[in-house]
């Protein structure tokens, strides 16, 4: 079983679409995470949910909005899609927030191409 | 930024040790130093961390100094699997990765 599993792998759109990518892990996991990275392989945090809050949300535009229905899942939707958000998501997920002793699991990625 | 500093990139033959060096003279007490690898374009894959202890498992050994202000990252008997970009991290708590160490194994 894959620990941490997000689909669509790829996702090509146009400009102005909407689209979500989902996130699943089984690993029983607190807390999930999505990253981006861009096309200089900066992996850059998005966000992050703990118990179904939002612990972190770095400075990313309003377009992008987590959702998580339970613990297992976070969903991550972006509306407006422009030519800039053409990167590669990875969601990930820990045992628990800045529990220093806490590994990161990371899923295969979504590249994601707005044309 | 990260609060690491790793060399931009490294070769290595296959079978012989791969030693990955990482400086973080900023680490505070209560920080690890973690230490994943991104091969390709997949997820970026744990591989160790540690607090001030030297550890070891089934895929590296990490090494820290004394004062922790640098780490090492040993891959005993590197294979051509092991080509990856390799990131040192210990400003855990922003989860920020930096540039990595891009290693090369060849044969």
């Known amino acids: 079983d894959t620990a941490v599993s997000q689909t669509p792998k790829y996702l090509v759109t146009q400009m102005g679409n909407d689209k979500s990518i989902k996130c699943e892990q089984n690993?029983?996991?607190?807390?999930m995470y999505w990253y981006k990275q861009d096309s200089k392989k900066f992996l850059k945090i998005m966000f992050s949910?703990?118990?179904?809050?939002?612990?972190i949300n770095e400075t990313v535009p309003n377009r992008f909005s987590p959702k998580s229905p339970d613990k297992a899942h976070l969903n991550l939707h972006i509306n407006s899609l422009e030519l800039g958000d053409s990167a590669v998501y990875f969601c990930?997920?820990?045992?628990?927030?800045?529990?220093?002793?806490?590994?990161?699991?990371f899923g295969n990625g979504t590249r994601l191409t707005v044309t | 930024d990260a609060k690491t500093t790793q060399p931009t990139s490294m070769d290595c033959a296959e079978g012989r040790a791969a030693n990955l060096p990482c400086n973080h003279s900023?680490?505070?007490?209560?920080?690890?130093v973690y230490w994943y690898r991104q091969i390709h374009s997949q997820g970026p894959q744990y591989i160790i961390h540690?607090?001030?202890n030297n550890e070891t498992n089934e895929m590296a050994s990490l090494i820290i100094t004394e004062d922790r202000k640098s780490s090492t990252l040993i891959l005993p008997h590197a294979t051509l699997r092991d080509t990856a970009v390799y990131y040192c991290?210990?400003?855990?708590?922003?989860?920020?990765f930096g540039a990595g160490t891009r290693l090369t194994v060849k044969p």
């Open positions: 990930a997920s820990s045992q628990a927030l800045t529990a220093y002793n806490s590994p990161l699991h």
């Open positions: 690993l029983g996991h607190d807390t």
């Open positions: 949910y703990n118990n179904k809050e939002l612990i």
């Open positions: 900023t680490i505070s007490g209560n920080e690890y």
């Open positions: 540690g607090l001030k």
């Open positions: 991290i210990v400003l855990y708590d922003d989860m920020r």
